[in-house]
């Protein structure tokens, strides 16, 4: 029986090699590759769609004249505080729920009612509390993803398996201590699904912020090279923040893979 | 029928137990219908019974995770108003912390009762020979066999050592050599330790072979049909026989009792299902 679980462990290591994991790649080459012929041989407009070796030169140009850097460096925190900030709101505010009738009662009409508003259109009243700059955009970003973690929080320490909260209860824990021994452990994997979920979000959500706003920012880049006509410029922009919502869910894949090695979906070489 | 014991301290008291489950727009479901039991001071108390007849139900009622509709139960005299480390319990599903590896999961009652580290380590080191798990201390549950499991969900409510076990299936997902292995430890257990075990058991010789007496329950709802004394049947040294003549006696007489309320609950269970469908 030993040998047979630890065989088991062994197989399952060897059987995805991690190159095949980034066999998605393949197919965005193939697209940049029709892209870039096509643009090269004019069978769609290059003025409207610059060839990708263009968008490369022109990355390069701006980062080299401090244009592009700047740009992102602000978009990554504004994203990267407006989730924290989701997260430390979120979680708590769904566990209270869970756990404490009053809160429930007071929040979850507000939550369902919140959920499908377009957030969004709050802009211009986040503007006026918090100005322009980086608050209103982190504010509104973060408002904006409390909501679907809240929920996700609230339904994953609501519906924590009976028997493990009665295991726990016969062995000596205590209605108080359990919040911390079995409820929140038991929810992180959903937890953690919500979190990934907000991510896009926020980059999506702080990138339209600086759209609206200018100043520093992606956004706010793309949109100034908009007005200027200089698309490369724009699509340079768009990459940008792609490569940077790209980074911060591979992040947190790996921290949940990191964090749950106890749990079945992880396999070992993860 | 004596459903009510003699001489010996008794030490779990279930006078006229009933739960009735609430089920959205239909008759109640009476899982456990009116059951009156005395389980003396270190008995070893067999529950045997038809799928679905409150089995499960009962034993949890006596662990106090579920209140009763009726009726009261009482341990050491004193009514059970919820759980408690005297009684511990092994889930027919085992439910493991699946975040604990196995030596942590065994650890995690002596933790909360801050047992000693030296002896939380010894106690831990112990039970995890006895259940033949050594070299899988720092697996997680994911990673084991059903039989396995309810391994370490045994040795995660012995190492608190309550006074009373309450055991769903204790050896139910365990292959037949293993389930031999642990009925003995079991026994060796109740010897030494001299606890009042309680446990569920869909298998009669296991229950004939290991409790001093057995009850068999009907089919839902569920009520005691009879209780079979099994003291008799057993050797002096009972551990080492596993058939006997008086073993199977035994075997048939509670089959006897059995076969009906089976039969019952299979056309409940045809008549429910169908009720479904249509
Ligand atoms: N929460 C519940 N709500 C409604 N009905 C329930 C609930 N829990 C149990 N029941 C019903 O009560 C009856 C007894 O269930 P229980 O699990 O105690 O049976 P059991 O004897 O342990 O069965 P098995 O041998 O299959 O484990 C069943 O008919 C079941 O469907
Ligand atoms: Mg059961």
Redesign the interface.
Known sequence: MAANALSDRTTRQRETPSWLAYRAVYSVVLVLLAWEIASRTALINPFFMPAPSLLVVQAVKLTLQGELLPHMGATLLRALGAILLAIAIGVSLGIAMARIAAVRWFFDPLISLGLPTPKIALWPIFVLWFGFHDQSKIYLTTFACAFPLVSATYLATRDVDRYLLWSARALGTGERRMLWKVIFRAAVPDILTGIQTIIPFAFILIVLTEMLSGGIGLGSMIMLAGRLADIPTVLVGVIGASILGFAVIRLGEYLRARVLVWHEETTDHA | MNAIAGSNAVKIRARGVTKRFAVRRRADVIAVDGVDLDVEENELLAIVGPSGCGKSTFL?MV?G?LEVSEGEILVDGRRVT????D???V?Q?F???????VRENIL??LR??KVAEAEREATTAELIALIGLR??ED???????GG?KQRVAIA??LA?DPEILLMDEPFGALDAQTRTVMQDELLRIWNQRKKTVLFVTHDVHEAVRLADRVVVMTARPGRIKAIIDAREAHAPDAANVRESPEIARKVNEIWEHLRDEVALAQRQEAVSSSGRGG
């Open positions: 949890y662990g995770f919820g759980p408690g480390t009684r511990g319990i889930f599903h439910a493991l912390f699946p975040w604990l590896t995690y009652g909360e009762r070299g899988f697996v997680y549950p994911k990673q084991l066999s396995m995660r409510t608190i």
